[in-house]
């Protein structure tokens, strides 16, 4: 066979051509690559809940596991890949990456996992900063040339797959910080023009995409260590390379969800652009947490001009996004035709879906049992850790009702929080111990994964998986200062949470939007506080009676405000919240915090740690009922919190998910 020369490629990147001069593929050949995406995994490798410490069916990848191996046994040629917001969000990976950290040598719960199922491929998501870059550059096998990255320290154990992500570089080196794309040497079977069999090899291009939003959310692990360019420009950069370097087909990953607002490199959601880039076959994209396609879907980002919620294409691109927790696999079955110079993609004839573990009304998958004993050291570890007792509760602690007054499960972490900053500003910062200090905390698990997504700490003994129920997230402790002004900018913000109410309408009205996450639900609960949301008018216009103290807010009246990394430094679009209000970055993290507080009080009591709520909503006479959704069968919780106002109305919404539906009069 004749020698082709290799084109030169950048030191950073894997080799991406052959030595070897492929057999021709003659025209009119046809085959179909399933693409197959896992994303938004978040260490949910087990089908177990480790805040409740209890067997979870509807989540983990060992089920997912059984949906890729049906998948693989449905066609012939399949791609494995996987979108990011893979190694945090249970307390697994806060286990392996904070209490007991990992060796050098040892390679991470999930991607021994991932090993096995044979994952080819995968992105970068904004959850992989979150313990910081000597973590990342560890436990992915890299050596980041950054600032806080040891140089000295050897090369570490990593995933089996080549990782990659383009469009976040070292600022010490301008170079990218992962290898920007990789092409995957996939060997295929294909039909000829004869109709007889071929075995062809198939180069997959798969370039990987990050939220530039990263620098506000993790800014203090990566602020002047890393920097971000634009997912447009970004990929013009690279698709034109990878073609040159042999790429058939190329893969986007983008951890990221649709947004066709005026375009700007710092955009969180830039994928309804980047679809526009020529060059890009297929999509995989995540962090939304959302199913796409979805012919059903309300979601505003899969109701764009060019998105196709019903075929799953974006401005004509075959796209999937696979919820979250392996509760979907992704399959993009892309049919491919070769024209004798290259192969295309028969957008027509390709297909789009995200496959459910969810089989039936409670009735899932099973487990790939080939999983649990992959993880069982861990997993084992993991549960003992989190049963440590740190105190205990004389009520029961939940989210089911955060969103219409219930502060149970919230006024504990506000406690805290402000107590914490209280001291601190005391001890450190004299010209601001002058002025009142609040704190906010969000219901963070409001049932946006399923109804077992909702924090329940019972009556009882507090353990570390309590506290971690209580706070999801393993964010910074930040500290702001804002005005009364500012202040009411922030509830405002936090209150379109709810859908605009017409008092006129007979017809049932949703109380929440859907669209806007729980985690940006900012809640006060202190007694110096006071104020309604006015449903009947929109956005931005809600908040009304604001006081302080028993009187109404001084608009220049300064606070300081505990809250979190990702809130204060521009996290959820907050006005005024861009890290400029910053006096304060803790150097301990929001649940640490937490836990201390609940050890310091030893038992905590309704009355002082989970009544005092500042917000309600102003009295409206509706002509029809106001509903919401929530796990069935839990008004006394709804009682106990002084809730008289809310009454259950089906025990089965009629979704098919398992909620039921609740109504508030909003005449009380």
């Given amino acids: 066979m004749r020698l082709l020369p290799c084109l030169p490629v950048l030191p950073l990147l894997l080799s991406a051509c052959s030595t070897l001069t492929p057999s021709p593929v003659p025209a009119g050949s046809e085959t179909t690559l399933a693409l197959l995406e896992t994303t938004d995994l978040h260490a949910n490798v087990a089908s177990y809940d480790y805040y409740k410490l209890a067997p979870e069916p509807s989540i983990g990848l060992e089920r997912t596991a059984t949906l890729i191996r049906q998948a693989r046994a449905e066609f012939a040629n399949t791609l494995l890949l996987d979108n990011g917001d893979t ?82 570089y070292s600022v010490k080196t301008r170079q990218p910080l992962f290898k920007p794309y990789h092409i995957i040497d996939k060997q295929i079977t294909a039909t000829g023009p004869d109709g007889k069999p071929l075995k062809l090899a198939l180069k997959v291009g798969i370039i990987g995409f990050a939220p530039p939003t990263i620098l506000t ?5 990566l602020e002047g260590r890393i920097y971000t360019e634009g997912v447009r420009e970004t990929a013009r950069k690279y698709i034109p390379e990878m073609r040159a370097h042999g790429a058939d ?32 076959d297929a999509m995989l994209i995540g962090h939304s947490h959302q199913v796409f396609p979805n012919a059903t879907s309300t979601v505003p980002q899969f109701n764009l001009p060019g998105v196709d919620k019903v075929k799953g294409t974006v401005n ?80 029961r602690m939940s989210t089911y009702f955060a969103d219409v007054g219930d502060v149970s499960a919230i006024q504990i972490v506000n406690q805290a929080q402000a107590a914490y900053l209280e001291k601190h500003v005391k001890a450190n910062m004299p010209e601001l111990a ?29 353990a570390l998986n309590n506290a971690a129920d209580l706070y999801l997230y393993p964010n910074a402790l930040y500290g702001v200062k804002v005005d009364g002004a500012g202040l009411k900018a922030w509830l405002e913000r936090s209150a379109e949470r709810f859908n605009t109410i017409d008092p006129k309408l007979a017809t049932p009205q949703e109380l929440v939007n859907t669209g806007y996450p729980s985690y940006n639900f900012d809640v006060l609960s202190s007694p110096d506080v006071s104020y309604e949301i006015d449903l009947s008018q929109p956005a ?21 405000v505990a809250t979190n990394n990702y809130r204060a430094s ?99």
């Fill in 249 to 280: 087909l190329v893969v986007a990953i983008s951890h990221g969800g649709l947004d066709n607002s005026p375009y700007s490199p710092t955009m969180e959601n830039g994928n309804w652009y980047l679809s526009q880039v020529p060059g890009v």
């Fill in 217 to 221: 959310w993790d800014k203090r692990w």
């Fill in 570 to 668: 521009g996290g959820g679009g907050f006005p005024g919240l861009d890290g400029s209000k910053t006096i304060f970055a803790a150097p301990d993290n929001n649940r640490e915090i937490l836990i201390a507080y609940i050890q310091a009080a030893k038992g905590l009591n309704r009355a002082s740690n989970g009544s005092s709520r500042s917000w309600r909503f102003s009295k409206l006479q509706t002509k029809g009922p106001v509903v919401f959704h929530s796990a069935p069968e839990k008004l006394d919780l709804a009682r106990a919190a002084g809730l008289d106002h809310i009454t259950q109305l089906q025990t089965d919404d009629g979704m098919g998910k398992g909620f039921a539906l609740y109504a508030i009069d909003l005449s009380k």
């Fill in 434 to 462: 002058r002025l009142p200090v609040l704190s906010v905390s969000s219901p963070f698990k409001a049932g946006t994964a399923g109804v077992s997504d909702y924090t329940d700490v019972k009556a009882g003994s507090v």
């Fill in 540 to 560: 931005g216009q809600r908040v009304k009676k604001l006081s302080y103290q028993g009187q109404p807010l001084n608009p220049s009246q300064e606070f300081l």
């Fill in 87 to 168: 190694i945090q969000g249970t307390a697994l990976a806060d286990y392996q990456a904070l209490v007991a950290p990992l060796a050098c040598d040892q390679t991470l719960a999930i991607y021994k996992v991932m090993n096995q199922l044979g994952v080819e491929g995968a992105g970068i998501g904004n959850h992989e900063f979150n313990y910081g870059l000597a973590y990342l550059s560890q436990v992915t096998g890299n050596r980041f040339d950054v600032d806080s990255v040891d140089p000295a320290k050897p090369r570490c154990a990593g995933p089996a797959f080549p990782q990659v992500l383009a469009n976040v």
């Fill in 316 to 395: 004509g691109v075959p796209t999937v996004m696979a919820n979250l927790w392996g509760k979907h696999l992704g399959v993009i079955a892309l049919r491919l035709r070769h024209d004798g110079k290259g192969w295309s993609v028969e957008r027509g004839a390709t297909t789009v879906e995200a496959r459910p573990i969810q089989t039936g009304d409670k009735r899932y998958v099973e487990a790939d049992p080939a999983v649990a004993p992959l993880i069982a050291a861990e997993h084992a570890a993991t549960i003992k850790y989190v049963q440590t007792p740190v105190g205990t509760t004389d009520f």
